[in-house]
């Protein structure tokens, strides 16, 4: 997994798992979006819990979820992006802010490698959108952090925001949270393990738990 998928999601998926096996000896390795791929066409794991997409010939991938991506603002940032205008910033809130409006405020950004990075960068291509990035990181809650000081604009995801996050936007939070609209921002969190080779029952019983447990989120 992801470091970040790991707070999110093992909370939810462990538990029930240690519950049913509890001989068995778990190793967790956590690492970016080409780390996972390189890993499971390695064999060096038995399942990968990542995003969309798994670019590993001979897997099979089962999307767990979908989400959108956010952008955290500073409070102080918002108030320039929209002049003070509480109408216009409360719709952007709620349905979505358009991503050029934020041209001159600086970014934090994940690393490329990471594939909430490649996702925003696609995203902004579209729009024609370069961002004007203060600091690249590893970790996104490094990012998140950085941005609730008022050092700059970020990128988070709806499912980490959710899970770890939920006082983030609101009203004693010091950021905003905006949406961003289109298909573009959407990811897809998916579970995959190769088709080839042995899978012991606990595996398989991992796997099926991840996919019972895929509604859960409610995204």
Same mark, same amino acid.
């Given at each position: ?67 959108? $991506?956010? !952008?955290?603002?500073?409070? *102080? =940032?918002?108030?320039?992006?929209? +002049?003070?205008?509480?109408? #216009?910033?409360?719709? &952007? ?5 358009? $991503?050029? !409006?934020?041209?001159?405020? *600086? =970014?934090?950004?994940?690393?490329? +490698?990471?594939?909430?990075? #490649?996702?925003?960068? &696609? ?97």
């Amino acid at each position: 997994m992801s470091y970040t998928c790991g707070r999110a999601l093992l909370p939810v998926l462990l538990p029930a798992f240690c519950q049913a096996h509890p001989l068995v000896e778990i190793s967790l390795m956590e690492g970016n979006y080409r780390q996972l791929n390189e890993w499971l066409r390695q064999g060096e794991i038995d399942v990968l819990i990542g995003y969309m997409p798994i670019d590993v010939p001979g897997a099979q991938v089962s999307v767990m979820l979908r989400e959108r $991506l956010y !952008l955290a603002c500073p409070r *102080p =940032f918002s108030a320039q992006v929209f +002049g003070g205008d509480e109408q #216009a910033l409360g719709q &952007a809130r709620e349905k979505g802010a358009d $991503l050029r !409006l934020f041209a001159r405020q *600086p =970014f934090i950004l994940l690393k490329a +490698g990471n594939r909430i990075r #490649a996702m925003l960068d &696609a995203y902004a291509g579209t729009l024609g959108f370069v961002p004007q990035v203060l600091l690249e990181t590893e970790n996104i809650e490094t990012a998140l952090a950085l941005a609730e000081r008022g050092m700059g604009v970020t990128v988070y995801p709806e499912l980490f925001l959710r899970a770890l996050h939920p006082q983030a936007g609101t009203e004693d939070s010091p950021l905003d949270l905006f949406p961003l609209p289109g298909e573009g921002s959407m990811g897809a969190l998916a579970v995959a393990f190769m088709e080839s080779g042995y899978r012991s029952p606990a595996v398989l019983d991992f796997i099926a738990l991840c996919r019972q447990r895929s509604g859960l989120w409610g995204l």
